[in-house]
């Protein structure tokens, strides 16, 4: 790219990040040169909190970026979050008169043939990835260019994205002066982030946790097979604090990072905070009783998906939310009734579980090849 680095913008729920970082090798490692960030009030069901601030809070974060890196942006990747994005799959063969070796081209004939989803008026399609590919109906891969076969079947995960969101950025985007924009659904760069680096070679079940939403993904070979977005998150547990214990937002935030879930407590013992004590059995039971119901959220979720989950799933945990809360992991891990990791890299870069979704949308930039300016036409409206 441009400048020799690559820029991303992502929405989470309570902020927007910004994040500029260069390529480093051809797997997609990257480091990370910039960030910039801006706190908001975020979306629910479908529609953003205060949207009058949106403008003001994406120029901000990028205008970070942009002096940091002594530069301005021009080129970027704009992440799609769940509760704007919506993600279906399609599968299409090919049929080959003889044995034959697939080539590049067979493997997109088999992404076009898929495409068959009709997205609606207020949805604009970006795309399908292959998630896996299956060689004569026996031999499951996920690049099958090179092999020999008479027959190829692929599995394709289509992403599309509500006009809603479009509409509200891309105006934005253009009074910067930034025109090369392309926009990818942030569940499926982000789920398919974390199982990589997590090593997982075949499906996982990846929930983020965030401030007031939360995503659910199942991501299997190269791509996302399902996501929900619920409007529940770790934003209410301070919120709930206050209402049962009867103390302002700010001292319920630091309460939170005194608590630890996984320790069992006697008659009288407290958490003390800047000299003030609340009672520790009163408070775990609070946080116990939103993460029950988060837990629920999460198991609701999936009366939407029609995918085939294997009992040997892995269940991985990121998000600010929970993940830094001690014995958050466990305890949700107890109510699903299964057992959960939590997100982490060997990369320090890249160990924060607040920023995954920054991390995925990063590789997915890192990997687009060379793109001429007329492939992002279709984003360019009057």
Request: proline share 3%; with cysteine.
């Amino acid at each position: 790219m441009k400048d020799n680095f690559v820029t991303v913008l992502d929405f989470g729920s309570g902020k927007i990040t910004c994040m500029a970082a260069s390529k480093v090798s051809e797997k997609g490692d990257f480091i990370i040169k910039a960030v910039g960030q801006v706190s908001y009030n975020g979306f629910d069901d479908s529609v953003w909190y205060e949207p009058e601030t949106i403008a003001g809070a994406v120029k901000d974060a990028i205008s970070q970026v942009s002096a940091k890196m002594s530069t301005p942006i021009k080129q970027i990747v704009v992440g799609v979050p769940g509760v704007f994005s919506v993600t279906e799959t399609s599968e299409a063969s090919l049929t080959f008169h003889s044995k034959k070796k697939i080539d590049f081209d067979d493997t997109q004939d088999i992404i076009h043939k898929a495409d068959i989803i009709a997205g609606g008026s207020e949805l604009i399609p970006l795309g399908g990835k292959p998630v896996y590919y299956i060689l004569d109906g026996a031999i499951k891969t996920t690049n099958p260019v090179g092999a020999i076969a008479n027959k190829l079947t692929g599995l394709v995960s289509f992403s599309f994205m509500r006009n809603y969101f479009y509409k509200t950025v891309s105006p934005v985007l253009s009074q910067m002066g930034i025109k090369d924009v392309k926009y990818v659904a942030t569940c499926d760069a982000q789920s398919h982030w974390i199982a990589s680096t997590m090593g997982v070679a075949n499906t996982a079940l990846v929930i983020d946790v965030g401030h007031i939403t939360s995503n659910v993904m199942l991501t299997s070979g190269n791509s996302l097979l399902f996501a929900r977005t619920f409007a529940l998150g770790s934003g209410y547990l301070a919120s709930d604090i206050c209402s049962v214990l009867g103390c302002d937002f700010n001292f319920a935030m630091a309460l939170l990072g005194k608590i630890n879930l996984n320790l069992e407590f006697q008659e009288g013992d407290s958490y003390t905070v800047n000299g003030r004590m609340m009672d520790a059995t009163k408070t775990n039971d609070v946080v116990s009783a939103r993460i029950e119901q988060i837990a629920e959220y999460i198991i609701k979720s999936f009366r939407y998906c029609d995918k085939e989950i294997p009992a040997t799933t892995p269940v991985i945990l990121t998000g600010g939310g929970l993940t830094y809360l001690r014995g958050g992991a466990d305890k949700l891990s107890t109510f699903l009734g299964k057992p959960i990791v939590t997100y982490d890299s060997a990369n320090p870069q890249t160990r924060r579980n607040e920023y995954t979704s920054c991390y995925g949308l990063l590789h997915e930039a890192v990997m687009l090849p060379k793109r001429k300016k007329s492939i992002f036409s279709i984003f360019r409206k009057n």
